[in-house]
């Protein structure tokens, strides 16, 4: 990525979840994505619109989880976003059906201007004589709470010398001021033209922290933006706020949003510091900077004020939470201040946001606001998965391998479960059926089943592996599996594996057998370092497990992201751990991922751990590592499996061999049904589920 691009997302962008909106030319609308290295991957299969993803429970964490399709190089949509061109791709705000609200003199240090604006009734020519009197006035500054006694004497000090202002009353008061920026849809993203009406002389831009919350209340993530302030407008009359602050493109938003996470949270922002430079064609130069740090009212008192049982945002809201900024500096003639000019570069950064760029442009020069709301519609409208549109308001059949899984899908509303053999001739009604609920147990010609299904649109899967499925499915026919059904057994057995293998359960149960008092210390799982790889369900709940046993963790996933590192950081992982457990989906990329190097890595007396699939190892490379003591195991899966009489591995020291129960536990298939349940409620309501395999994961 070059530093033109590197620049427009956080310091630490490799360790951030961000999320946005790129206009997409080829489908007429926007698409929502997320940025790994220099791709934008395109999320909107899964979620149609941000407002959608944020009302995930745990937004950062799916989207780091995504296997979506790249669909761009970030550097080519960001080169292209300086324009308004329908043609080409390019950034748009990341915000898309939040209503768009914003908190007024929120520092108090701020506010000052906003009692000058209003002294000089929006002439701008006697901003510098006003400012001297209302200093006087206060005694060259306010350092008080809102809300307080002392903020409250401080109003009395002013109203008692004639300079009573509605904005004390907000400023310094018990409430907030928070008002509505701008309608659904209308913000503008980077290196849009941002607009200044040609009716305002006297302007600035307004660098601004936002949050953006969602339907609850809860914030889930921050971005910057940009409200332009038109002062004279403003000060005239409070009644003018609308006339001040709802323009066509008087709101940019981005670059994009940064999903919170464990690392980044809302008391990261709260010392954030926001800078913003402006350079005029004129040559003028003017730097400015949001302080966090000085914030008058908290967070989660803007929230607050905003969201509660008095109004509620059923798609949420983005909320811009005010600025310290208020520039003084003469443009032009001394004490006639600043204001904006056209072709003025407005550039708003911060540390862990990114940069926001913007140029000034006259409002009535703009391409008019033409992609609403009733736009949008039509486009998600016609852009919807077809396979998974209820075609009819008849219940959708679906084929079930068990009685006791038809009885939990009958309670789903608009499924018709009908029961089927796997090892006899489909019923009559899987000419019609439209899901095919998979055996749990695969035999070979198994995906044969889809063949007398003509009007198949998904099969559901009963496991979290898919391997046998993928790539062999009919055109069309999507394929979900059972994540979250089987992560817990999973888990359990893999810490099982780990106390059996160090305390020595297997030659303890030897000697029980041979009637043999084998006394000898063991060792402890406690202080041993646990390299997880795979970052996925079964990996998070190994993790909550083995929590108590005073281990320390490292996860490895697919990507690197908060938390978990890149598969490219395996080898220099591998010999700082006692135990490497594996735990990932069985791919083109995971297939033999455990061969000679990667076990020659391990330190000597180190654990392998599979409970993932056979193939992920190398079988000749592990037996060759076993047979000469270096290194111990504990395999749930085989590659062959089942394992046959006489193959090496019944016999190698040093390795715990089950065959292939993980997962096998009473109440194995009840949650497996549960998960089903959860993934054919989203098919009958038309959307797609959830645990749907794009690609090979």
Same mark, same amino acid.
């Given at each position: ?131 001297? $009197? !209302?200093? @006087?006035?206060? /005694? ?6 809102? =809300?307080?006694?002392?903020? &409250? *004497?401080? %109003? +009395? ?53 936002? $949050? !953006?919350? @969602?339907?609850? /209340? ?6 910057? =933006?940009?409200?332009?302030? &038109? *002062?004279? %407008? +403003? ?172 009885s939990v899908l009958a309670e789903v509303p608009g499924l018709r479960p009908v029961v089927y053999d796997p090892q006899s001739a489909l019923p009559a009604e899987a000419r019609t059926a439209r899901v095919l609920v998979a055996p749990f147990q695969m035999t070979p010609g198994m995906t044969a089943l889809t063949d007398g299904m003509p009007d198949l649109e998904l099969v559901q899967l009963l496991t979290a592996g898919a391997e046998a499925w993928i790539g062999r499915l009919p055109e069309g026919v999507a394929l979900s599996d059972c994540r979250g059904a089987h992560g817990g057994a999973t888990a359990e057995w893999v810490v099982s594996a780990l106390l059996a293998v160090y305390r020595h359960l297997p030659r303890f149960a030897r000697a029980q057998d041979e009637g043999r008092w084998d006394y000898h210390r063991t060792e402890e ?173």
């Amino acid at each position: 990525m070059d530093a033109a691009t590197a620049q427009l997302l956080p310091a630490d962008s490799a360790r951030s979840v961000l999320v946005g909106r790129v206009w997409d030319p080829e489908t007429g609308g926007p698409r929502v994505v997320t940025v790994r290295e220099d791709q934008l991957l395109d999320l909107t299969d899964e979620f149609s619109t941000v407002a959608e993803l944020i009302e995930d429970a745990a937004p950062g964490r799916t989207v780091a989880r995504a296997a979506a399709p790249v669909r761009w190089s970030f550097r080519d949509v960001a080169a292209s976003s300086a324009g308004a061109d329908p043609n080409v791709p390019r950034l748009l705000a990341p915000i898309d059906l939040q209503v768009i609200k914003a908190c007024g003199i929120t520092f108090t240090e701020s506010l000052i201007e906003r009692v000058i604006e209003e002294r000089c009734r929006g002439d701008f020519t006697r901003a510098s004589a006003v400012r001297g $009197l !209302v200093m @006087d006035a206060l /005694g060259g500054s306010i350092a008080v709470a809102p =809300g307080t006694p002392e903020a &409250l *004497r401080v %109003i +009395e000090v002013l109203t008692a010398q004639g300079m009573w202002s509605q904005y004390l009353e907000v400023g310094l008061g018990p409430y907030p001021e928070v008002f509505t920026k701008a309608p659904v849809l209308s913000a503008v993203g980077p290196g849009s033209g941002i607009g200044i009406p040609s009716f305002s002389a006297w302007n600035n831009p307004e660098p601004e922290l936002v $949050l !953006v919350v @969602d339907s609850g /209340g809860r914030v889930k993530g921050a971005t910057l =933006g940009n409200d332009v302030n &038109l *002062r004279d %407008i +403003e000060g005239r009359s409070a009644l003018l706020l609308g006339m001040a602050k709802d323009n066509n493109a008087s709101c940019a938003v981005g670059p994009f949003i940064r999903l919170l996470d464990g690392d980044f949270t809302l008391d990261v922002l709260r010392d954030e510091e926001i800078t913003l430079r402006i350079a005029g064609r004129d040559g003028f130069r003017l730097e400015g900077h949001n302080s966090l740090s000085r914030i008058s009212r908290t967070f989660e008192e803007l929230v607050g004020a905003t969201y509660g049982v008095h109004h509620q945002y059923p798609d949420g809201f983005a909320l811009f939470t005010g600025t310290l900024f208020a520039p003084t500096q003469d443009r032009g003639e001394a004490g006639m201040g600043f204001t904006h000019r056209p072709g003025d570069r407005v550039t708003i950064s911060s540390p862990h946001l990114g940069t926001l760029m913007n140029t000034t442009v006259p409002t009535e020069e703009l391409p008019p606001w033409d992609f609403g709301l009733r736009a949008m519609s039509t486009y998600l409208r016609d852009r919807s998965p077809s396979h998974m549109v209820p075609t009819s308001s008849d219940p959708a059949v679906v084929l079930v391998p068990h009685a006791d899984c038809a009885s939990v899908l009958a309670e789903v509303p608009g499924l018709r479960p009908v029961v089927y053999d796997p090892q006899s001739a489909l019923p009559a009604e899987a000419r019609t059926a439209r899901v095919l609920v998979a055996p749990f147990q695969m035999t070979p010609g198994m995906t044969a089943l889809t063949d007398g299904m003509p009007d198949l649109e998904l099969v559901q899967l009963l496991t979290a592996g898919a391997e046998a499925w993928i790539g062999r499915l009919p055109e069309g026919v999507a394929l979900s599996d059972c994540r979250g059904a089987h992560g817990g057994a999973t888990a359990e057995w893999v810490v099982s594996a780990l106390l059996a293998v160090y305390r020595h359960l297997p030659r303890f149960a030897r000697a029980q057998d041979e009637g043999r008092w084998d006394y000898h210390r063991t060792e402890e799982l406690a202080g041993k370092k646990i390299l997880i790889v795979g970052a996925g369900d079964v990996a998070e709940n190994t993790v909550r497990r083995l929590a108590g046993f005073e281990v320390s963790t490292t996860l490895v996933g697919r990507h690197a992201r908060d938390g978990v590192h890149g598969m490219a950081e395996l080898p220099a992982l591998l010999p700082e751990h006692d135990a490497t457990v594996l735990v990932v989906p069985l791919t083109e990329e995971t297939r033999g991922l455990v061969d000679a190097e990667f076990l020659a890595a391990m330190p000597d007396g180190a654990v392998l751990v599979n409970a993932a699939r056979g193939p992920v190892c190398d079988t000749d490379a592990l037996v060759a590592e076993l047979d000469s003591e270096r290194l111990r195991a504990a395999l749930d899966v085989t590659d062959p499996e089942p394992l046959p009489e006489g193959h090496p591995l019944w016999k190698v020291p040093g390795l715990l061999l089950t065959p292939h129960v993980a997962a096998s536990v009473p109440l194995t298939m009840p949650r497996a049904y549960d998960v089903v349940a959860e993934q054919l409620r989203y098919f009958v309501r038309g959307e797609e589920p959830p645990n749907v395999v794009h690609g090979t994961y």
